[in-house]
């Protein structure tokens, strides 16, 4: 994880809203593929949820990952 597209990825997750991969894509300028592919990582980290066919959400370890109380890279995936 650590990635910067990750972290843009939760930034503009952390907008409260319920956004696809396009969305995400259009606004942080990385293609859709890209940010699909991140959003499998950012799922399996317990940082994203799925909450639709084609939408995501920051979850509490999002937040807390983005104000800085969780170190990634001692991370696992789940």
Known sequence: MQLPTDNFILEA?????????????????????????????????GFVE?????YYTITDAGHAYLEGEID??????E
């Open 72 to 77: 990634a890279s001692e991370l696992e995936p």
């Open 50 to 54: 799925k909450v639709d066919d084609g």
């Open 13 to 45: 997750l952390d907008k409260g809203l319920e956004i696809g991969p396009t969305a995400i894509a259009r606004n942080i300028d990385k293609s859709q593929s890209t940010v699909h592919e991140r959003l499998r990582v950012l799922i399996e980290y």
